[in-house]
């Protein structure tokens, strides 16, 4: 009987060693291809970070990533589709403060709650604008353009990608610290108001460094400042909004990391350890340089969540005070 008792327990902790063996194993992540949603279409900034961010990811965890771009809807569409996933890991979001700190506050009815449908993983990167100028304006700094616009009231049209935009926000943003009075023109992208811009038909615009850059290179406008917390390195000549006349003044898009809600706690350390671990690569730092974006510091994903909640009621706040609809 004894010998019989023994065998027993030695058989049950050998199996619970087994079992615990095959949970680690089970629980390991990657373990399979992961499919990487990105809310906007391929060939833009978010599509671009994405796929640097992920080649990285992959190659250093050996598993793919498959960047899947589900478009439509100011990024809501993509977003959704993200959020009904199951809550594995293998399925994730990678999008902006588009669809998490701007657009629901934009919508009368989101299709999702932005904080309870969705885990918040890691905080990837930050991308600055440029506030450029045509080249008739007679402005050399953003000091100048305050006085100007002061002297000048409802005289300038501000050039946007579109209602309720990061451009358009960001502009708004400025106008309200500054105290200015200038009319909103919207276009459907920043391409056809950099033209416009160019012929002097609109006299201001909050535009990406990469696309306004060789605008500004060329002479057909002019550049001031950069609304990051810090001088760009695409653009090092130029200061911060903040050092050259709006104190205070930050205006970036970062890009970010969620899975579905729900999602098993310790799955979303071993996605945040993985990407952190990606944005410290060199390459990575220096691909995303040449996008106008620089790689967030590490941080967990609470620190995460806590960021964009800011960001959230920053932006929230403006889009009611100044009754900015998508219409």
Do not use: C
Not at 16 to 23: E, I, M, N
Not at 150 to 175: C, D, M, Q, W
Not at 192 to 200: E, K, N, Q, R, Y
Not at 225 to 230: I, K, P, S
């Amino acid at each position: 009987m004894r010998l019989s008792r023994k065998l027993f327990l030695r058989t049950l902790a050998g199996a619970g060693l087994a079992s615990f063996t095959l949970l680690s194993q089970a629980q390991a992540w990657p373990a399979k291809p992961v499919r990487l949603v990105v809310p906007f279409p391929a060939g833009g900034a978010t599509d671009t970070v994405a796929r640097v961010v992920a080649q990285q990811v992959a190659t250093e965890t050996g598993q793919s990533f498959i960047v899947d771009n589900k478009a439509g809807a100011g990024g809501t569409l993509g977003a959704t589709e993200g959020m009904r996933a199951a809550a594995d890991g293998y399925t994730l979001v990678f999008t902006t403060s588009s669809t998490h700190a701007i657009s629901p506050h934009l919508m009368a009815k989101a299709p999702y709650d932005p904080v309870k449908d969705f885990t918040p993983i890691a905080h990837v990167a930050d991308a600055a604008s440029v506030l450029l100028v045509t080249p008739g304006l007679p402005v050399k700094s953003v000091a100048e353009l305050i006085s100007y616009a002061k002297a000048h009231p409802g005289e300038l049209n501000y050039a946007s990608s579109g209602n309720g935009t990061i451009v358009h926000l960001t502009t708004e943003a400025f106008r309200s610290q500054a105290g200015l009075q200038m009319l909103h023109v919207p276009y459907k992208g920043t391409g056809p108001a950099l033209t416009d811009l160019a012929a002097g038909n609109v006299q201001v615009l909050f535009d990406s460094i990469p696309t306004g850059l060789p605008h500004v290179r060329s002479g057909r406008l002019k550049a001031l400042a950069v609304t990051g917390g810090q001088r760009s390195p695409l653009m090092p000549e130029l200061p911060t909004v903040a050092e050259a006349g709006l104190p205070g003044f930050t205006s970036v898009t970062w890009f970010g990391l969620y899975g579905p809600a729900r999602l098993p706690a310790d799955v979303v350390r071993q996605i945040n350890a993985a990407f952190n671990k990606a944005l410290r690569a060199p390459e990575v730092g220096a691909k995303l340089a040449q996008l106008g974006a620089e790689p967030a510091a590490p941080q967990s994903p609470e620190a995460f969540a806590a960021m964009v909640a800011k960001d959230s009621k920053r932006w929230g706040q403006l889009i009611r005070e100044r009754k900015i609809t998508v219409d």
